[in-house]
């Protein structure tokens, strides 16, 4: 079983700056893709942005230029740091990680999601 824990939400002014982490553990054979979600109440969830094991990066258009996505291979980590911040990127921020576990089986897990609140 895999398991994916989000920390580092939590409630910023307008134009600041939240830096969340995610880490993976449990039975990991290797992780490709890693990405950061999000769902603002009434919403669908949807993807903020996406790093792959060699480091491609793909993010939304909304993000793009204020939000950064890295990740520590030897750490099963990944980050988003993000910046001028704005009152609409309010919303449950869910990591999401995909790789191979020790039995070779393919998974997809989920964190239990981490708040940001953008608000003066």
């Known amino acids: 079983q895999v398991h994916v824990v989000e920390s580092g939400g939590g409630l910023v002014q307008p134009g600041g700056s939240l830096r969340l982490s995610c880490a993976a553990s449990g039975s990991i054979f290797s992780i490709n893709a890693m990405g950061w979600y999000r769902q603002a109440p009434g919403k669908e969830r949807e993807l903020v942005a996406l790093?792959?094991?060699?480091?491609?990066?793909n993010y939304a258009d909304s993000v793009k230029g204020r939000f950064t996505i890295s990740r520590d291979n030897a750490k099963n980590t990944v980050y988003l740091q993000m910046s001028s911040l704005k009152p609409d990127d309010t919303a449950v921020y869910y990591c999401?990680?995909?790789?191979?576990?020790?039995?070779?089986?393919?998974?997809?897990?989920w964190g239990q999601g981490t708040q940001v609140t953008v608000s003066s």
């Open positions: 790093i792959t094991r060699v480091g491609n990066t």
């Open positions: 999401n990680v995909e790789g191979r576990n020790r039995q070779w089986v393919q998974f997809g897990s």
